[in-house]
T-cell receptor
């Protein structure tokens, strides 16, 4: 069975600094996808970044990068130059075969301080 | 920009009553998902459609929940009768195809059962 673990219930970061949100996963499938979503207080889930299990390079999208360490089964999200608008819940998720239904972690609440 | 539309945004209902949620996916997206998110947790899949067919409803409490996507476009999720434990956010998502790497989420319906 697939499982996602996010061990940080809450994180604080100073504005303009970088922050790393941890995510570890467990799966026996050779092909899978890893995702990060942001959920503001308004409720919608906003897609941030995707990493396929066969991708050789770490994914990057603007200020977001995914630190993919396959042997350690970790997929940490790095947010550079934090902004006040980054304050939200962040969810790590995975899917089989790089698509399809998502298995989510418990989430990490990020608070950015001015 | 294309969005997944959900209605209503908020719903308060008494236990034992019936309640229904509606979702209109992004045009052309064949795969539609309904997730339930209990407060403080990550979303969990209730049902997945490919066009008008159910692909996965293994976590759908079928004694009280039903879902349909009759013409393979919009979808309705129904609960009858509602129970106190059904209070949650109900999120709809769509992707272009079953193996699509990115699922787009609607703003959700926040259900409170009293």
């Amino acid at each position: 069975a697939q499982k996602i673990t996010q061990t940080q219930p809450g994180m604080f970061v100073q504005e303009k600094e970088a922050v790393t949100l941890d995510c570890t996963y467990d799966t026996s499938d050779p092909s899978y996808g890893l995702f990060w979503y942001k959920q503001p207080s308004s409720g919608e889930m906003i897609f941030l970044i995707y990493q396929g299990s066969y991708d050789q390079q770490n994914a990057t999208e603007g200020r977001y990068s995914l630190n993919f360490q396959k042997a350690r089964k970790s997929a940490n999200l790095v947010i550079s130059a934090s902004q006040l608008g980054d304050s939200a819940m962040y969810f790590c998720a995975m899917s089989r075969n790089q698509g399809g239904k998502l298995i989510f972690g418990q989430g990490t609440e990020l608070s950015v301080k001015p | 920009e294309a969005e997944v539309a959900q209605s209503p945004r908020y719903k308060i209902t008494e236990k034992s009553q019936a309640v229904a949620f509606w979702c209109d996916p992004i045009s052309g997206h064949a795969t539609l998902y309904w997730y339930r998110q209990i407060l403080g947790q990550g979303p969990e899949l209730l049902v997945q459609f490919q066009d008008e067919s159910v692909v996965d409803d293994s976590q759908l409490p079928k004694d009280r929940f039903s879902a349909e996507r009759l013409k393979g476009v919009d979808s309705t999720l129904k609960i009858q009768p509602a129970e106190l434990g059904d209070s949650a956010m109900y999120l709809c998502a769509s992707s272009r195809n079953r193996g699509g790497t990115e699922a787009f989420f609607g703003q959700g319906t926040r259900l409170t059962v009293v």
